[in-house]
């Protein structure tokens, strides 16, 4: 790992993300969940401030050493007990199967390898009737966007920690077995090649998966 993946790119990861934009959209999405609750990809707990008295715990997942050391930071101010497991969200997660209330990710998906098999884990670990709540950024509709964001994804994803610009999110919730249940689509201000939100709650089709 390079010393611009292990440093740098953590606190760049922390400034761009903490904005009175995102906070807006936060403030939508991270309430809402109840309960045990595993947030995958984590990063630097950004969402920590945002979860309401509902929650009773928080799991959070990130396989960075540096992100995970932020957000241990937050969780010592958090109101309520947090667990970070330093891990990819695609490996097995040490909890049992419909053992966590909701799920919340926010502006992960596009960095995980395989976002697919992640939110399979997530699915295992989610009890019936739980919800996925979810913020992403990822392909536009328009293709005069979506043909940019195919061109830039490539050099992109090298200087952003591996973050996709151009994923559906949709796509990927549905084929992980959710059905999505609300999906609507804000733009934040900035690149429109980074900025078409999917924004939603989704919920488990059938049995989770192995």
């Not at 939508?28 to 979860?51: C, D």
């Amino acid at each position: 790992m390079s010393l611009y993946q292990r440093w740098v790119l953590p606190r760049l990861l922390d400034f761009a993300m903490n904005n009175a934009d995102m906070e807006h959209v936060r403030r939508q999405v991270v309430p809402r969940a109840k309960g045990v609750t595993l947030e995958l990809g984590i990063g630097s707990g950004l969402n920590l401030a945002f979860y309401s008295s509902e929650v009773t715990r928080v799991v959070g997942v990130d396989p960075s050493p540096e992100l995970h050391e932020m957000a241990r930071r937050r969780a010592e101010r958090a109101s309520r007990p947090v667990e970070l497991l330093l891990q990819s969200a695609e490996q097995r997660l040490p909890l049992a199967d419909a053992s966590v209330d909701t799920v919340v990710v926010t502006w992960s998906l596009c960095s995980i390898p395989d976002p697919v098999r992640a939110l399979e884990q997530a699915r295992r670990v989610l009890r019936p009737g739980g919800d996925l709540l979810f913020v992403e950024h990822g392909r536009a509709p328009a293709p005069r966007v979506s043909v940019w964001q195919d061109r830039l994804n490539p050099l992109w994803k090298r200087i952003a920690g591996g973050c996709n610009m151009n994923r559906a999110m949709d796509a990927l919730i549905r084929s992980a077995g959710f059905e999505i249940e609300e999906l609507s689509h804000p733009e934040l201000s900035g690149p429109k090649v980074l900025t078409y939100l999917y924004l939603g709650r989704a919920r488990a089709l059938s049995a989770p998966a192995p």
